[in-house]
């Protein structure tokens, strides 16, 4: 099969034809329909985050369920599926309080007695995050899918695998945004914009985009934003300070840098929830004030992958999708092919795109 994979890092991916195995046990074999291209698969190519290649990226995807093995009950040749990375065992003490995401087992989960993936060389190819979406199959653990709806476009429910999950969790599960709050995302890309539609559908009272692009801001107002900052033109901490009178009940980093983990902190009330769900690069630390975090009762948390249980939320997700309440539609940039995988990520290197998306067929 036709697959874009990482053989050096830092590198570009390179199309190729790999052989991929029979669905073992619990795994299923997925004809890959579509796949969006997330800024964490770029971590890779450009070396900021490290793993052996070869690997086959892409960890966003919806398709068609193909083959099964022996042990698989959830799902049957035919059924629409959306691939998560956030794996679970189900037995484990994070699966069994609900906290899916945190689960230690996803990497036991693709343990088989021989590489699901091959190249032409005869070495074994690594899906990225047990995926490997990049590609016109996917051999995955049962545990990596849900079962969705058929009237349901494939192209929007791939981007609900990774990124708009990661948004509307951060703000449902991770956060739990009440009614009437206020609200400051920084950085308008997939996730960002995923996380101003969570508070408004959460019912958030002002919601704040920062980001440096008016384009970007523009968009992020026709999703729900009530008040936008371009950070290009001054201190941004100052004037969420000043929309809110004294600073955000929540804020929400979406880039994965230092400094803007920092000012989501700096701008919150104090009670106030900074939640960060950019990746931070391995080795950076962050400076915070610490008798702003104690003394105001300031929380700094992580958020990983929307703290998802994705097999209630992506369901979830695409009713309000179909009910018109999530907009998917506009945060779509351009469909490509897979031969053009390296120009849609220097589009996303731009800041030209909020998602790209892979057709197959
Ligand atoms: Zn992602
Ligand atoms: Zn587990």
């Not at 009530?226 to 955000?248: K, M, R, Y």
Request: glycine content about 12%; aromatic content about 6%.
């Amino acid at each position: 099969m036709k697959a874009a994979v990482l053989n050096q890092i830092p590198g570009e991916l390179e199309i190729e034809e790999i052989t991929i195995d029979k669905p073992a046990r619990s795994e299923v074999l997925i004809r890959t329909v579509n796949a969006g291209l997330c800024h964490s698969d770029l971590h890779f190519m450009t070396g900021d985050w490290q793993m052996p290649p070869p690997l086959l990226m892409g960890h966003e995807a919806a398709g068609v369920v193909e083959a099964v093995g022996e042990d698989v009950s959830y799902v049957k040749p035919g059924d629409h599926v959306i691939t998560c990375l956030s794996g679970f065992c189900g037995t484990c003490r994070y699966c069994t309080n609900g906290q899916l995401s945190l689960c230690p087992n996803k990497r036991k989960l693709q343990e088989r007695s021989q590489p699901s993936l091959v190249n032409h060389e005869g070495t074994a190819v690594t899906p990225f995050t047990g995926l490997g979406a990049f590609a016109e199959q996917m051999l995955v653990h049962e545990h990596f899918v849900v079962k969705i709806r058929e009237d349901m476009p494939l192209d929007k429910a791939a981007l609900i695998g990774c990124g708009v999950t990661t948004g509307l969790g951060a703000v449902f599960r991770t956060a739990k945004v009440e009614p009437g709050s206020t609200v400051c995302v920084i950085g308008a890309g997939g996730i960002g914009m995923s996380a101003v539609q969570g508070a408004r559908i959460a019912g958030a009272g002002k919601i704040i985009a920062v980001d440096l692009s008016d384009t970007k801001l523009e968009q992020a107002q026709a999703l729900g934003a009530t008040h936008v900052v371009n950070a290009s033109e001054g201190d941004p901490v100052g004037a969420v300070q000043e929309i809110t009178g004294g600073g955000v009940d929540y804020s929400f980093e979406a880039i994965g840098l230092k400094a803007t983990a920092e000012q989501s902190f700096n701008m919150l009330a104090p009670g106030g929830t900074a939640t960060v769900i950019g990746m931070i690069p391995i080795n950076q630390n962050l400076e915070i004030p610490g008798y702003q975090l104690f003394l105001m009762e300031k929380k700094l948390q992580g958020s990983m992958m929307g703290s998802n249980q994705f097999r209630t939320d992506m369901p979830r997700f695409i009713d309000l999708y179909l009910d018109g309440r999530l907009k998917l539609d506009e945060m779509v940039s351009q469909h490509i092919h897979l031969e053009q995988v390296n120009e849609g990520y220097d589009a996303m290197k731009q800041g030209d795109t909020m998602r790209t998306i892979i057709d197959f067929e």
